[in-house]
């Protein structure tokens, strides 16, 4: 097998498929495509929780705490599970993990378009945050394989794929679920069964090229000259750049909707929509996010996207309704610009271990999000809804700790040998 050279920058060869003698690069798009896709499908239904979160209120009575414990139960199970998957997989490939984690996604929305109690609804959700779980670490590694050596680009079509279906859930909840009630949940497994079979396929693709994968990852040569206590300390600074990224976002994709109600008297559905544009902002922003940093860089990248937000979240308690919805659009794009630069950048970190990192960056933005969702249940039991908006608008000013990133722009050789 031939000689793989991976730049960080730039880099203009991927792996070699084997086989059909098709490089990697012409397999990309509708790799990445159908793995997008299925990205789109998986949050879309993940996405239904907390938009269904005014119906389990009024049907089961329930607070501003247990609605946050709702979150919680999904996004800590994903966390909780992510870097153990993304662990084990890095030593041994799983190509058809990404079928079983769509599986337990599905028996989690049937359990919730059933549910009669508030435990079934906790299990339900965290039935849900187990595909999610398994899903994603595996799914990252698939599209940086396919990526051809773009690999900002690659993650972020990847994960827009997920802003897009968690901007269409809102809507389906607001104009399917919400008028027909809780069981018309059930309908929402048909996009699971679509998502069963495409990830079928893409495991094929996978399994063929998992081998040559797997050990390149292991010969892969750390050329950037950082200690180990250097690398954690790195690594930490990218975690606390996305607890600022994803506690803040979880005050708007948990509670947006109450907000808008409690604030500005608007009905279900129109608070609906309003956070139908605010995730169709996250897609956008992703999107333009993974071209800047295959572009500009990825520290530019984090300090645009995160401190760059500041003057934006400390304005939004002030708005009007007009203002709020342009402020939270400008707030979803530049806060969510910052997760592929900061997930390639972890990449290079810690080479070779594309698992381990996916199942990291993707299980504590899950398990962040669920704790601040939590936490800021019970302050909105306490304090009020709007209190939120004024706490949390300081949280983008810990971007000002990318200061001690430095500028990665080594090259690393793999070799493999067939």
Same mark, same amino acid.
């Given at each position: ?300 990248? *984090?300090? @645009?996207?995160? +401190?760059? !937000?500041?003057? %934006?979240?400390?304005? &939004?308690? $002030? /708005?009007?309704?007009?203002?709020? =919805?342009?402020?939270? *659009?400008? @707030?979803?794009? +530049?806060? !969510?610009?910052? %997760?592929?630069?900061? &997930?390639? $950048? /972890?990449?290079?970190?810690?080479? =070779? ?12 933005? %899950? ?5 601040? /969702? ?45």
């Amino acid at each position: 097998m031939n000689n793989l050279a991976i730049s960080t920058e730039r880099p203009k060869s991927a792996m070699t498929a084997p086989d059909n003698g098709l490089t990697a690069q012409a397999a990309a798009v509708p790799v990445l495509i159908s793995l997008s896709f299925c990205h789109l499908l998986n949050d879309l239904i993940q996405s239904l929780i907390p938009a269904l979160y005014p119906l389990f209120k009024q049907e089961f009575n329930l607070d501003f705490a247990q609605i946050g414990i709702i979150t919680l139960a999904f996004q800590l199970t994903a966390s909780l599970l992510q870097p153990t998957v993304g662990f084990y997989t890095d030593k041994r490939p799983q190509p058809y993990s990404l079928v079983l984690g769509m599986c337990s996604t599905l028996i989690g929305l049937l359990l919730l378009s059933v549910a009669h109690n508030y435990m079934a609804i906790l299990l339900a959700a965290a039935l849900v945050g187990t595909g999610s779980a398994i899903f994603h670490p595996e799914a990252s590694r698939v599209a940086r394989m396919a990526s051809g050596g773009r690999y900002g680009s690659a993650q972020a079509f990847f994960q827009v794929g997920g802003n897009i279906g968690q901007a269409v859930g809102p809507l389906l909840a607001a104009f399917i679920v919400l008028p027909r009630g809780q069981g018309a949940i059930a309908w929402i497994s048909l996009a699971a069964l679509l998502a069963v079979g495409l990830l079928t396929r893409i495991g094929m693709w996978y399994r063929a090229r998992s081998q040559p994968s797997h050990a390149a990852a292991r010969t892969t040569t750390q050329t950037h000259n950082l200690t180990r206590a250097r690398v954690f300390f790195l690594v930490s600074v990218l975690m606390l750049l996305l607890f600022s990224k994803n506690v803040y976002s979880a005050s708007l994709t948990s509670f947006f909707t109450f907000y808008l109600i409690e604030r500005f008297q608007l009905p279900v559905q129109a608070a609906q929509v309003q956070l139908f544009v605010f995730m169709a902002s996250i897609a956008v922003g992703t999107l333009v996010g993974g071209a800047l940093t295959d572009r500009i860089g990825r520290k530019p990248m *984090i300090w @645009i996207s995160i +401190l760059g !937000a500041l003057p %934006f979240t400390l304005a &939004l308690p $002030y /708005a009007d309704l007009f203002w709020t =919805g342009v402020l939270t *659009i400008i @707030i979803g794009m +530049l806060m !969510a610009s910052a %997760f592929p630069a900061i &997930l390639v $950048y /972890a990449h290079e970190l810690i080479p =070779g271990r594309v698992g381990l990192v996916s199942g990291m960056f993707f299980g504590l933005a %899950f398990g962040l999000g669920g704790l601040g /969702a939590a936490v800021m249940g019970y302050i909105a039991d306490a304090q009020g809804i709007v209190f939120i908006y004024h706490l949390c608008a300081y949280l983008p000013a810990l971007g000002l700790v990318a200061w001690f990133l430095p500028n990665l722009s080594t090259v690393s050789t793999v070799k493999a040998n067939a």
